[in-house]
Nanobody, 126 residues
Framework: QLQLVESGGGLVQSGGSLRLSCSAT????????LGWFRQVPGKEREGISC????????NYAESVKGRFTISRDNAKNTWYLQMNSLKPEDTGIYFC???????????????????WGQGVRVTVSP
């Protein structure tokens, strides 16, 4: 069974950058649409990006468009979220998710994804 592990979270100042990684074990990611979600205190988990099986199609939430970049390396069974120009409102728990819907149609919701990582904390200080 596919298991996902995130890494790369931490504390960064406003305007800084972080790169999150999500590595899979127990299977291959090649056939899956992948996504990133985040959850901030008091709010529902929201989808912020997705990527198609070969990376040809990506999608972003308006709140991160132009600042975040999703990518994947199927050979390494890993995908990434490069986060630049971070803002305090980006603070939250970030989750990677696999086996999601067709990315070209949108990121999808929490219930659309079947496999989840445990989450990693990102804190952006003012």
């Amino acid at each position: 069974q596919l298991q996902l592990v995130e890494s790369g979270g931490g504390l960064v100042q406003s305007g800084g950058s972080l790169r999150l990684s999500c590595s899979a074990t127990g299977g291959t990611l090649e056939k899956y649409f992948l996504g990133w979600f985040r959850q901030v205190p008091g709010k529902e988990r929201e989808g912020i990006s997705c990527i198609s099986t070969r990376g040809g199609s990506v999608n972003y939430a308006e709140s991160v468009k132009g600042r975040f970049t999703i990518s994947r390396d199927n050979a390494k069974n890993t995908w990434y979220l490069q986060m630049n120009s971070l803002k305090p409102e980006d603070t939250g728990i970030y989750f990677c998710a696999a086996d999601g819907p067709l990315c070209s149609l949108g990121i999808g919701s929490v219930s659309d994804y079947m496999i989840w990582g445990q989450g990693v904390r990102v804190t952006v200080s003012p």
